[in-house]
């Protein structure tokens, strides 16, 4: 059995860093891409950031330089490190996992096979 398992989240001003993990338990970790996403209030989930099985990443434009994920196959986690948050990125964030997901579908919630719960960041400004 498959689980995703988000941690970091919470309540910082704008302008601060966070750091977010996901801890993976029930499938070989290293084969697999690795996806943040976020979903704020009346909108839909979107792409935030990926990190393939060959630790090349990805990111959407809104985050990119600001934004930096990363994975350590050793403790089956990925991680979502954020600076100069901004109260726009207030969201639920939530990691994913696919492990056959091919490059021109990573930035799509509907592809990825395996989802966390998901941590709320709320950044006040």
């Known amino acids: 059995q498959v689980q995703l398992v988000e941690s970091g989240g919470g309540l910082v001003q704008a302008g601060d860093s966070q750091r977010l993990s996901c801890t993976a338990s029930g499938l070989t970790f290293s084969r697999y891409t690795l996806g943040w996403f976020r979903q704020a209030p009346g909108k839909e989930r979107e792409f935030v950031a990926v990190?393939?099985?060959?630790?090349?990443?990805y990111y959407s434009d809104s985050v990119k330089g600001r934004f930096t994920i990363s994975r350590d196959n050793a403790k089956n986690t990925v991680y979502l490190q954020m600076t100069n948050l901004k109260p726009e990125d207030t969201a639920v964030y939530y990691c994913?996992?696919?492990?056959?997901?091919?490059?021109?579908?990573?930035?799509?919630?509907?592809?990825?096979?395996?989802w966390g719960q998901g941590t709320q960041v709320t950044v006040s400004s």
């Open positions: 990190i393939r099985y060959n630790s090349y990443t």
């Open positions: 994913a996992a696919d492990q056959r997901i091919i490059l021109s579908s990573i930035r799509g919630p509907n592809n990825y096979d395996y």
